[in-house]
């Protein structure tokens, strides 16, 4: 659907840590199975330009993502912060991180990688490709930084609520 231009695209001011919330509520229950701690910290009240849906399918994705590449007694934190171009946004955790090798490779959609979880999850690789899509359909870019048994930090812009 985002291929064909059919799926809606309705930016709006939102606030990010509603956004952040509704995602951890969401998904507190998977992080609880794992004994994980799921946090969101954002220095002060950001309010982005986004589609709520979008953004919404990007956090969970890449939290959904985090849990599963986190050992049980892990921690994932959603971070937004502004800086002067855009919003930043990350989903950090304490798992397994990615080999280098799977890092280049990881939002293109004819490379397309799936990884079991730590808990023997079961992923399609499709998940990275959308979240690229909706992030870029913003205006906004979309990196990883991993080590693997570290961790990785998920990272995406948002454009400035002017």
Not at 25 to 47: G, Y
Not at 69 to 94: C, H, M, W, Y
Not at 104 to 111: G, L, W
């Amino acid at each position: 659907m985002t291929q064909s231009g059919k799926l809606p695209y309705e930016p709006q001011k939102i606030k990010f840590t509603d956004i952040a919330f509704d995602v951890v509520e969401i998904l507190k229950p998977n992080a609880s199975a794992k004994n994980i701690l799921l946090n969101t910290i954002s220095i002060e009240e950001i309010t982005v330009f986004a589609d709520i849906n979008m953004l919404k399918t990007v956090l969970r994705n890449l939290v959904s993502n985090a849990l599963k590449f986190t050992n049980p007694g892990g921690r994932i934190e959603i971070i937004a912060e502004k800086t002067q171009l855009n919003i930043l946004i990350s989903v950090s955790d304490t798992g397994i991180g990615i080999k280098p090798e799977i890092v280049k490779n990881m939002f293109n959609i004819t490379q397309m990688h799936s990884t079991v979880g730590t808990a023997d999850e079961k992923g399609s690789g499709l998940g990275l490709v959308l979240c690229k899509e909706f992030v870029e359909k913003h205006g906004g870019k979309i990196w990883v930084e991993s080590e693997v048994g570290k961790g990785s930090t998920f990272k995406f812009t948002f454009p400035l609520n002017d």
